[in-house]
């Protein structure tokens, strides 16, 4: 079973259902599902993100029709002189087309699914058409932890950093406001490491009596 068919399977195990407005503020969604849990990208840029993918299949089908119109436009030739140019004309608007419609047919949307069945995280792709493309699976015992970065150039940025193991191989997840995603970040935290993160009841101190311990074990001689 491939990693894209994974994906659409997990999410066709239960109805999603949408979070309250305002769960997390900022605009991240979560939506609960059958399996566990998704965040998705920030719904204020959906028609945004809407728009690109149409720009992008706009521009990928171009690039064909492009290519095609070097070669059976009427008037056009084929010389010795023309032929090298066009082949490698052809070759770079095939090659761009490929690029952007796969960019196209991937999605703009970055998505994180939680799946506390399967203990994985998962990294997919959505499009507009509401497919999913895997990029990335982890098992929960394969992530050493899961923190916030923060970028101050060109502008103030957070991101929610996944740390493999006990490695320095990291892998972005979702970025946003601090306080959104540090409400995100505590519920992962409890999520993949359940056991790591008990509260544990502090005992309580026993109060030492004052004086000489020395002259006490005396006194009792």
Partial sequence: MSMSNLAEQAERKGPAKEAPRGFFQGGVVRRETAWGYTLGCFSEGEQFRRAIEVVLWIVSVACFVTFVGLWIVPGSTVETGTLGIKIGLSVVFILFGFAIGAIARRGMCREVQVDMEREQLRIVWR?????????QVFAFEEIGSVFMSHSVVPIRITRLVLRYGDTRR??????GPDKTLRAIWKDLTIDLHPKSTQIV????PVRRRSGNPSLRVARRG
């Fill in 170 to 175: 990291v892998f972005p997840l979702l970025e």
């Fill in 201 to 204: 009841t502090p005992v309580k």
């Fill in 127 to 135: 499009n507009m058409r509401g497919e999913t493309q895997l990029q």
